[in-house]
């Protein structure tokens, strides 16, 4: 007997004979195809296992509709009532639902029993395996609203009050006219009170949707910091009849992009994200509420404030504990469309399901608030994938998806796979053919940009690698403009950086080198006592002022890159290290992260600073300094990011910051200064000396609206000032 939710495969045991691929990475630089052991954890999560359950429904009437809705069955779902098939869904991550009332029989016992089969080579992570999400039996009377069948949408969010539109649709027995329905609403506050209420009847011609309008006066927004959440109790009654109950959850906020990014009830807020697969590390894919929830405390103890599903539809537990503790959600679909990156994977199914798929994801989430943004694909250029599309394949689904998309529900923000890196052979080619064929349903594209010192010229030209990304910005935003300019558009499409650091790629190289060396001298025991350390990557001194550098850069371009994530956070190409049954430390590119993380907000500005320039083989001359301000006016507090990228000299500035909005020179003061720097650039941070690097104290000054200090060489610093009288 087991408990479902359940993760068969966490169990173990190891080995480095599960699931061993057959494939070529060249992202990685691998040129032919060799065997990959442990891409997806060395878990046993291939196979086929069935579950059983019988069960009786109380009071059961053939009258009664009743449903079974998966959150999730992994994967390649076969459901049978009474050994009979009923139904099949075979993205593992994707919700499903359907009526099962023609195959009961009152007082008769149910079997239910779910055939789940895993392939080989179906997954580039470990995806866990079976009913690893709950299953819920749904018993309503022949008139009811079904499953996901509301809509809330706040088409007008004030200060003074809120405009809330509720669409929900019935299902009701053939022989019934419609004028026998009626819905009454009753909308509750956060504190459970009742702000507005309404009495509909349906028409005729409403075709069974009630539609219903509401104003709440004074509403208390949804947002990061308070995600105030309302519900819509809705009962729809028969002739007079109560036939069903049913309770949305919303919360009422406005999201918008302008000249200053996105707008959250029309403030501007930063995206400080990260990419999050769905597994919960050694508890496996099996769906935990509390592990859930202490991943998003931990998350916005670091600063974060949003997440994007890597790269699969979210478990109903993370949207609805995003949407109490305040965390934005970009919705990811899928890893493949019609290109396969793995032998079994989701192309084989792309053309029969992916509007099946998109049409459940988005109508489960629709409502909540959370959900900002819906991403439609991870990673589509590649040409590591085993049959990757070309620019106008890819150009044509993105077109179809996004249309299909925006049918099944209006005002969706949605992101296109751009280029993985600008260094893929189709890079500007590839933006330019697919922004310009899907236009018209797009607002996004991602990109993709990873730096590491070996992989540049020298170390001065490494600490200059954030003109290579303003260059990739450069591009992609030509490239979006001219899509605009062949439709005469109305809209900019905006780019999101869901990838982006430093990244010493030819590490992950040699050690998969090393490890499949061993393996194939039967070095490795089997079962694996675990998996080996891979892509722990140890960042330097150097790095930190690197990743400062392309933070710095990302804020300037603040009015087209409106989207950038941290995709991992802890251990892989990350900022915080641990070791097993040992300490957890920051890395040294945690510092820049975290401080604007937790303080870059408002409106961003460029400073004019007169710098020397240094010379670099790659990009010619360059500044030594780089710098951007952030600026609250309402707070009048701002923070000024600054890196010394000369590998040789030190510099001194003088940031003039009087012409800042609503900022009063005379009432300028150095709130915190600090620095990061180290006479040895390769130092690093490690469980012995986890605070070899760190910022220390930065001697500032701030006089007649000008703040002034050195920098060393090689250095990043952070100075956070207000204009705030003393009074405020």
């Known amino acids: 007997q087991v408990s479902v939710p359940h993760d068969w495969a966490i169990y173990g045991p190891f080995s480095s004979r599960n699931d061993r691929q057959h494939v070529a990475i060249t992202q990685d630089g691998q040129t032919a195809p060799t065997e990959h052991a442990g891409r997806t954890g060395g878990l046993p999560f291939v196979g086929v296992g069935w579950y059983r359950i019988k069960f009786n429904i109380p009071d059961h009437t053939p009258d009664k509709r009743v449903s079974l809705l998966f959150d999730g069955a992994m994967s390649n779902a076969r459901v049978y009532i009474n050994g ?6 075979p993205n593992g991550y994707n919700s499903f639902h359907f009526d099962i009332s023609p195959f009961i029989r009152p007082g008769k016992e149910i079997t239910l029993a779910v055939r789940l089969e895993n392939l080989p080579e179906s997954s580039r992570w470990y995806p866990g395996a079976g009913l690893y999400r709950n299953v819920h039996v749904i018993v309503t009377q ?3 609203i079904p499953v996901w069948g509301t809509r809330i949408n706040t088409p007008v969010v004030k200060k003074e009050f809120a405009r809330i539109h509720l669409q929900s649709q019935i299902i009701k027995p053939a022989t019934q006219k419609p004028e026998a329905y009626q819905l009454v609403t009753t909308i509750h506050d956060p504190a459970g009170m009742t702000v507005a209420t309404r009495t509909d009847k349906l028409t005729l011609y409403d075709d069974d949707t ?5 104003i709440i006066p004074s509403p208390q927004c949804w947002d990061t910091e308070n995600p105030a959440l309302y519900t819509a109790t809705s009962e729809l009654f028969e002739n007079g009849m109560l036939k069903d109950i049913y309770t949305t959850r919303f919360g009422i906020r406005s999201l918008a992009w302008g000249n200053q990014g996105f707008l959250l009830n029309e403030k501007p807020v930063k995206f400080k994200g990260v990419c999050n697969h769905h597994d919960l590390g050694p508890l496996g894919a099996a769906v935990n509420d509390a592990a859930i929830r202490r991943q998003i405390r931990l998350l916005k103890d670091m600063g974060c404030n949003a997440i994007r599903t890597s790269h699969n539809m979210p478990a109903p537990e993370l949207v609805n504990a995003c949407d109490e503790m305040g965390m934005m959600l970009v919705a990811e679909s899928f890893d493949e469309w019609q290109a396969a990156k793995c032998q079994n994977g989701y192309h084989l199914y792309f053309n029969e399901w992916v509007e099946k798929d998109l049409v459940n994801l988005i109508r489960h989430y629709r409502n909540n608030p959370s959900i900002v ?10 040409p590591w994938q085993v049959g990757h599309m070309t620019p106008e394949e890819y150009a044509l689904a993105v077109d179809k998806v996004a249309h299909a998309m925006k049918l099944a529900e209006s005002g969706l923000e949605l992101v296109a796979c751009g280029s993985s890196s600008a260094h893929t052979p189709t890079f500007g080619t590839w933006e330019r053919t ?3 064929r899907a236009y018209d349903n797009l607002d996004f594209v991602s990109c993709h940009a990873y730096y590491y010192e070996r992989g540049a010229k020298s170390l001065q030209d490494y600490l200059a690698s954030s003109e290579d990304m303003t260059g990739f910005i450069a591009t992609v935003a030509d490239c979006a403009d001219a899509a605009k300019a062949a439709h005469n558009g ?23 080198a090393e490890w499949k060396a061993a393996a194939s001298e039967g070095l490795h025991p089997e079962p694996w006592p675990k998996a080996p350390h891979l892509l722990e990557d140890i960042y330097s001194a150097a790095d930190a002022v690197v990743e400062g550098s392309l933070m710095i850069t990302l804020l300037k371009h603040c009015d087209r890159v409106r989207s950038a994530s941290r995709a991992q956070l802890v251990n892989v190409i990350a900022p915080i290290m641990a070791e097993e ?26 400073p004019a600073i007169d710098a020397p320039r240094v010379h670099t083989e790659a990009y010619g001359d360059v500044d030594a300094v780089e710098a951007v301000v952030t600026w609250d006016e309402h707070t009048r507090e701002g923070l000024l990011l600054v890196v ?33 720097h180290d006479d040895d650039p390769h130092r690093q941070n490690t469980a012995e000396q986890p605070d070899a690097v760190v910022p220390v104290p930065l001697d500032a000054n701030a006089a007649d609206g000008r703040v002034s200090f050195a920098l060393p060489p090689i250095s990043w610093a952070a100075v956070r000032f207000s204009a705030a009288p003393d009074s405020l």
């Not at 009630?210 to 509401?214: L, N, R, V």
């Not at 109305?490 to 998969?512: K, P, R």
């Open 84 to 89: 009979q098939e009923v139904a099949c869904w």
């Open 142 to 144: 022949e008139a009811h």
């Open 210 to 214: 009630f539609k219903q309008d509401f």
């Open 373 to 382: 943004m819906w991403c439609i694909g991870n990673e589509m250029d590649g």
């Open 434 to 436: 697919v922004l310009t």
């Open 490 to 512: 109305d809209h900019d499409i905006a780019l999101s950086f869901d990838e982006w650091g430093v990244w010493y790629s030819d590490v992950w190289n040699q050690q998969e």
């Open 581 to 606: 049954q040992g300490p957890a430390w920051r890395q040294t590119v945690f510092y820049p992260f975290a401080e604007a993380a937790h303080h870059a907000k408002g409106t961003v500005y460029v």
């Open 644 to 676: 010394n990228r000369d590998a040789e000299a030190a510099h001194t500035l003088s940031v003039n910051l009087s012409g800042l909005p609503q900022a009063d020179a005379a009432d300028m003061r150095i709130t915190h200064a600090m620095m990061l």
